[in-house]
Structures are given as structure tokens and as C-alpha cells.
């Protein structure tokens, strides 16, 4: 069992900059892939980016690539998402979710362990 605590999100300026994190129970947490999603009001869950228990390889959504970067410290056992240039479109509730082993995964169903989610708005 893995428990994913997400924060970091606010209200920001578009072109502006946030940093999420997402904090696990778990010790050897760098055997767990992670994927940040996000979701819009009256929109569908969509893969943002996603990350290797090693850290040594990611994935990004095309509508991201670019302005975001993930990361971990395994240390820490914490995953962040730097989102710089942030747009309007980028408002939603942003989640972390985990998957031991295995390769990284862009669909949600792919993960077993969920975030409570953390709110981004950014304004015009």
C-alpha cells in the first residue's frame, strides 16, 4: 500500500511558474513508476507526464512538452512537476499516482495508487 500526498498548487499568473510535489509512505518508493494527471471541470482525466522508479526515464504529454519537467528525489521518497509558462488551459486538479514496476504507463487505469489531487488555476 502506497499513500501519495499531492501540494504545491495555487493560483497563478498565465506565464508564470509552479512546483508540485507529490509525497509517499513508502521506503522503497524508487521501485514505483509515477504519473501526474490532471482534470478539468467537465473534462476527462489526462496524462501529463510520468517518470521511472530509477528516475532515468520520462514520458510527456505533447500539450506539456517543453514547459514541464518531472522529477524525483527517491531520498525523499517525493516526485515534483515543475510547470513553467503556465497557461489557461493548464487549470485543473492535478493528481500523482504510483505503479510497482513495470515500465511507465499514459493511461490511468495503469496506476494503483492515487493522490487526493491538488488545484491549479492559472489566470489570463
Known amino acids: 500500500q502506497v499513500q501519495l500526498v499531492e501540494s504545491g498548487g495555487g493560483l497563478v499568473q498565465a506565464g508564470g511558474s509552479l512546483r508540485l510535489s507529490c509525497a509517499a509512505s513508502r521506503r522503497t518508493f524508487s521501485t514505483y513508476a509515477v504519473g501526474w494527471f490532471r482534470q478539468a471541470p467537465g473534462k476527462e482525466r489526462e496524462f501529463v507526464a510520468a517518470i521511472s522508479g530509477s528516475g532515468g526515464s520520462t514520458l510527456y504529454a505533447d500539450s506539456v512538452k517543453g514547459r514541464f519537467t518531472i522529477s524525483r528525489d527517491n531520498a525523499k521518497n517525493t516526485v515534483y512537476l515543475r510547470m513553467n509558462s503556465l497557461k489557461p488551459e493548464d487549470t485543473a486538479v492535478y493528481y500523482c499516482?504510483?505503479?510497482?514496476?513495470?515500465?511507465?504507463?499514459?493511461?490511468?487505469?495503469?496506476?494503483?495508487?492515487w493522490g487526493q489531487g491538488t488545484q491549479v488555476t492559472v489566470s489570463s
Open positions: 499516482a504510483a505503479r510497482p514496476l513495470g515500465g511507465l504507463g499514459l493511461a490511468a487505469y495503469e496506476y494503483n495508487y
